[in-house]
């Protein structure tokens, strides 16, 4: 997995993003996808007008980190696990992205 540095020297712009979630709904609606890619996970789906695309996520962003945790070798099942618990008892999760 390409480190945190390497991605900005490939040029990729890293951005920190808060997704909230105000409400059942008013839901997130994004969708993410496992890549064979050593980024991992990509925005594949944002919702127009949803919070997800209110907050600034965009289709081809690569999700790095949830919660300051490098999610890129983690497995998708705990990946879509987290983000859902995050958003069920914090009403929000903190995402690092490379676009």
């Known amino acids: ?12 712009e890293l951005h920190n993003i808060q997704l909230l979630q105000t409400s059942e ?18 925005i594949t789906a944002v919702a127009k007008g949803t919070n997800a695309d209110l907050a600034g996520r965009k289709v081809n962003d690569w999700l790095i980190k949830i919660e300051n945790t490098d999610i890129r070798t983690t497995e998708f099942s705990q990946v879509s696990h987290t983000f859902c618990k995050l958003l069920t008892n914090t009403g929000l999760v903190n995402m690092a992205i490379a676009r």
Not at 1 to 12: A, H, N, W
Not at 25 to 42: E, F, N, S
């Open 25 to 42: 709904r008013c839901p997130v609606c994004l969708r993410l996808t496992k890549q064979q890619d050593p980024l991992q996970y990509i």
């Open 1 to 12: 997995t390409m480190s945190i540095s390497e991605l900005k020297k490939k040029g990729y």
